[in-house]
């Protein structure tokens, strides 16, 4: 899951960023005009974290777009994650930060509280938001503002399965834990049901099964933790019973969990769109759906989007005009689409989402039923607490070291110490 680790580190990046600004403007926009002074050339510096494959995408959308826009010049700069925020908060405090930011949303969590970025929908304008999927943008809010455009929707985790050994997909979890356990019986597979045990991003989907939630206001300024519930012990009692009756492993972490699911040996796991080509290149017929109901009640995973910023530096008349263009232009619906090539993720341009390469390709139309039961991961830098109290405490319950009806209390007092920590 390629959010966790960023998530992690976020409260170190903070405390270097926090009272900062971005850039320097030196003209107030009127930021809803596209309207870019062709006697003035503007030059956009534009940084990503992407992968290789997204970033030749996005490398010829620039080359269309300068074409189209021959004053405007778009400089493309790749920095993986941490080195990302670290530049971005380091280059903001002179002139030579960045214009446009495309990174995960869980940087929200610093570029807000730092100053560093501004409401992206003051430059868009209120029409070009209504292109863009609803819940999608709900992930590029901070606070209950919307400071990202989100390009994609997805780094959800969902079940996929072997058709060989599933010929029928399961229409509940309970279906699921009988059809797993049943085949381990008759010697087809080790175990039914395979996931990382070690990360909680992979079973607190469970959680909102039976309607629990980690903090009390996820667009508060200070939310609070919310783990001491009847809700998270029947979490834990439900992972405690999977573990013990061996339909998931003992232990397994996510490349166990893989070499599992890749060698046959598993008939379902948990994991998300990321796998879906390992999966094919080891000669797995595979299907994905949802992940089941468990006593009529759906998991709630969590997903988290990806998506642009815009420095709060960027303020002059022609440099907002000729932002507000490009984004519109990166975000059109045949620019996403070319992007889905590259991210096997949901677009979030609605048009592009009709489309027939999105409707018809399975493992991109198959998300949308889990992207539509799932929820958008909190941004708020309270979250790094949060992951950091269940973490152990899970491990602890499937060990036999603490009972199912003792998690909340601890995994609420680990979070609440771990956001005094933050000094937060």
């Not at 920095?79 to 960045?98: Q, V, W």
Request: proline content about 6%.
């Amino acid at each position: 899951m390629k959010t966790i680790k960023t998530i992690m580190t976020i409260a170190m990046i903070s405390t270097l960023v926090v009272g900062t600004m971005a850039g320097c403007g030196t003209k107030s926009a009127s930021k809803s005009s596209t309207a870019v002074d062709s006697s003035k050339p503007v030059n956009i510096a534009f940084w990503d974290q992407d992968d290789a494959n997204a970033q030749k995408v996005l490398d010829s959308l620039i080359k269309d777009f300068h074409t189209a826009n021959p004053t405007i010049t778009v400089k493309r700069t790749h920095y993986e994650t941490e080195d990302l925020r670290k530049n971005f908060s380091t280059a903001s405090l002179g002139t030579t930060g960045p214009d446009i930011v495309l990174s995960p949303n869980d940087n929200l969590g610093v570029f807000v509280p730092g100053s560093l970025v501004q409401p992206i929908d003051n430059i868009v304008g209120a029409d070009f938001m209504k292109t863009l999927d609803p819940k999608s943008l709900e992930g590029g809010k901070f606070t209950g503002k919307q400071y990202m455009i989100p390009d994609r929707n997805g780094n959800e985790v969902l079940v996929s399965y072997n058709k060989k050994l599933v010929p029928t997909p399961p229409k509940t979890f309970e279906e699921l834990e009988a059809m797993g356990l049943q085949l381990k019986k008759d010697g087809k597979v080790d175990y039914g049901l395979v996931f990382n045990e070690v990360e909680p991003f992979f079973s607190i989907g469970f959680l909102g099964a039976y309607g629990g939630k980690v903090f009390d206001n996820v667009n508060a300024t200070s939310p609070k933790p919310t783990l001491n519930t009847p809700a998270v012990t029947q979490w834990m009692t439900f992972m405690k019973k999977i573990h013990s009756e061996g339909l998931i492993p003992k232990e397994a972490d996510a490349t166990v969990a893989d070499n599992l699911f890749k060698g046959g040996k598993a008939a379902f796991i948990i994991n998300g769109p990321w796998g879906f080509a390992d999966y094919k290149k080891a000669g797995i017929d595979l299907g994905i759906m949802a992940i089941p109901t468990i006593k009529g009640k759906s998991p709630l995973p969590m997903t988290a989007v990806k998506g642009y910023t815009v420095s709060a530096g960027v303020k002059d008349a022609n440099k907002v005009a000729a932002v507000k263009k490009f984004l519109m232009f990166v975000n059109s619906k045949d620019a996403q689409l070319k992007m889905v090539d590259a991210h096997q993720q949901y677009p979030t341009n609605i048009e592009a989402m009709k489309d027939a390469k999105i409707t018809g390709n399975p493992l991109i139309a198959g998300q949308k039923d889990q992207l539509s039961k799932s929820v958008p991961m909190p941004v708020a830098t309270q979250m790094r607490a949060i992951w950091d109290a269940m973490k152990p405490v899970q491990q602890d319950v499937l060990s036999g070291k603490t009972k199912p009806e003792d998690a909340g209390a601890i995994m609420q007092k680990k979070a609440e110490e771990g956001i005094k920590a933050l000094g937060l």
